[in-house]
């Protein structure tokens, strides 16, 4: 006699799995998203000028579900959803890296916001993708 398990204990098995999936994602994922804002967050470092080093103290990682910190004289400040990651240049008293990145009419642009993006998108992408091919993997695996 065979112990296969009938289509509906298959079919429910298999809604447990795939309601599993969006949980498990979460979890593996904050991890990754802040490493990978970490690292962009690191290499703005390397790449900003430093004149008297208020833009570098600004750069700031916030992981999901926090609030990043208000950037602009009228607040400027957002909470970030479960998936999200952000890494923001600014505080109120420190108002011009969007000047330093593009540039003004009477300064030249010291891109390092875009660069650093640019520099580490492929790594943390990499991560990412590891990490939710890692939750789609193991979720609904703890029976």
């Given at each position: ?38 690292d ?21 990682v ?36 969007h000047?330093?990145?593009?540039g ?40």
């Amino acid at each position: 006699m065979s112990k296969r398990k009938s289509l509906a204990a298959q079919s429910a098995a298999l809604e447990m799995r795939l309601l599993a999936i969006p949980h498990a994602m979460l979890a593996e994922l904050r991890p990754a998203l802040v490493k990978g804002a970490q690292d962009i967050a690191d290499a703005m470092e390397q790449l900003a000028p430093e004149d008297t080093g208020d833009l570098l103290n600004t750069i700031t990682v916030t992981g999901p579900g926090g609030t990043t910190p208000a950037y602009a004289s009228g607040g400027g400040s957002m909470t970030l959803a479960d998936n999200q990651a952000a890494v923001t240049v600014g505080s109120p008293d420190m108002r011009h890296g969007h000047l330093q990145e593009f540039g003004t009419v009477k300064h030249e642009a010291q891109p390092f916001m875009r660069p650093a993006f640019r520099l580490k998108k492929a790594k943390v992408l990499a991560r990412i993708s590891r990490a939710v091919a890692k939750a789609i993997k193991n979720a609904g695996d703890s029976k």
